[in-house]
């Protein structure tokens, strides 16, 4: 089994409520962030993103919002289900389309649902 | 299916060891990663190569050697096994050109060193 991910920042949240998991960026420059989610044992899975040109982007029971003002980056989760649950990253890229591009991880949120 | 596989999922070795890693990506993508994950979860690149070339190496101990046969294919071999390379390592691909530009990851090698 895992021992791994003791000091990450968990977030427990009853099944059905929403969840706001919260991200701080490091680099006024990113122009482009995408959510990820990874459960137990797998790889990290996209989730959404969201170029810096925008505040909001929804998806499907998710919503990216960014603020750019104080480089803020937070991924609402709507009716949160026991699915759910899994450790989430944010992600940022200074020029998605170089060919030098690479995407630089946040220290991820372990979110918990409780049934 | 179309995905990003590594192989071997597990790998267990002794210090000293010489082993490598294999990823293969059946997106069309040009653009393959190796990301390291360590015990806190936290994901830090290690080399990026676009159509075979190297373009990122961030400051990776030379017992690391990223080599790329085509662009679907990235390996890692590790050279020396040590304690601290113990991790799980990440392959992963994007695409330069389209709507999105998130990575496809594949499901990941848990190296363990003994």
């Known amino acids: 089994g895992e021992s791994v991910g003791l000091h990450l920042p968990t977030l427990s949240v009853q099944e059905g409520d929403n969840s706001i998991i919260n991200c701080a960026y490091s680099n006024s420059a990113s122009d482009y962030f995408i959510w990820y989610k990874q459960e137990s044992g797998k790889g990290p899975q996209f989730i959404i993103d969201?170029?810096?040109?925008?505040d909001k982007r929804q998806g499907q029971r998710v919503t990216v919002l960014l603020n750019k003002t104080v480089k803020h980056l937070s991924l609402q989760i709507a009716a949160t289900q026991p699915g759910d649950s899994a450790v989430y990253f944010c992600a940022e890229n200074i020029i998605p389309e170089a060919a030098g591009n690479k995407l630089t991880f946040g220290g991820g949120t372990r979110v918990l649902v409780k049934p | 299916d179309t995905a990003v596989s590594q192989t071997p999922k597990y790998l267990v070795t002794q210090m000293g060891n010489d082993k490598s890693i294999k990823c293969e990506q059946n997106l069309g993508h040009d653009t393959m990663y190796w990301y390291k994950q360590d015990s806190k979860k936290f994901l830090k690149i290690m080399f990026s190569?676009?159509?075979?070339?190297?373009?990122i190496n961030e400051t990776v101990p030379n017992r690391f050697s990223p080599k790329s046969p085509d662009k679907a294919h990235l390996n890692l071999h590790i050279n020396s096994l040590e304690l601290g390379d113990s991790a799980v390592y990440f392959c992963?691909?994007?695409?330069?050109?389209?709507?999105?530009?998130?990575?496809?990851f594949g499901s990941g090698t848990r190296l363990t060193v003994v």
């Open positions: 992963a691909s994007t695409s330069r050109t389209g709507l999105s530009y998130g990575y496809t």
């Open positions: 969201i170029r810096s040109n925008m």
């Open positions: 190569y676009n159509n075979k070339e190297l373009i």
